[in-house]
């Protein structure tokens, strides 16, 4: 019986040295494959990091009803809902329904989410150009819903507005219009 194990055993070891010895035979080089994997695993590793790195970052200011009140940096592309999370979530007198949690946010705003039963002043304020949406940007002078979504598929493809001149980037807008609403508007 130990005679039987010893054959099965020098059989497996020449089946195995057997396609060891073909695969090195299969390469010029013994070296070859292993180091044109290690390469390429070294130009996926670059560019992983590369991508990482690139990731830019903006903060915010948020007030209000929310958990914990303060700055909070966030990677641009971020939505209104990733920094209410970031800020604890909402308190439990937050408005939640006057506020799109949808929209993007922008480097260097503040959000102040508001109270339940407070009233949010839309009359007189001025309207935002990096969130505001169809219906805020028609009540300006001289912007139609045409004109709106241009500025919002402009944002979108862009990202926010750097400067309120920025505006006049958007097909349609020219100086005369931007004097217009310039003191109408905000970033």
Known sequence: MKNYYIVIAVVLLVFSGG???????ASDNIGVKAFANREKLKKEET???TVT?????????????????GLYEMDEGSRL???VKSAGG????????????????????????????????KG???VSINSG???SL???RGIGEGRANDIIKYREKNGPFKRLEDIMKVKGIKKNLFNKIKDDITL
């Open 19 to 25: 396609f060891y010895f073909y695969d090195i035979g």
């Open 47 to 49: 560019i992983i990091q």
């Open 53 to 69: 790195e690139s990731t830019v970052k903006i903060v915010v200011y948020v007030t209000g009803e929310v958990k914990h009140i």
């Open 81 to 83: 809902y990733d920094v």
């Open 90 to 121: 909402f308190t439990d007198d937050a408005d939640r329904e006057s506020i799109n949690l949808a929209r993007f946010v922008f480097d260097g705003e503040q959000i102040d989410i508001p109270k339940q039963g407070d009233e949010v002043v």
């Open 124 to 126: 007189n304020s001025k």
């Open 133 to 135: 949406d169809v219906k």
């Open 138 to 140: 028609c009540s300006l």
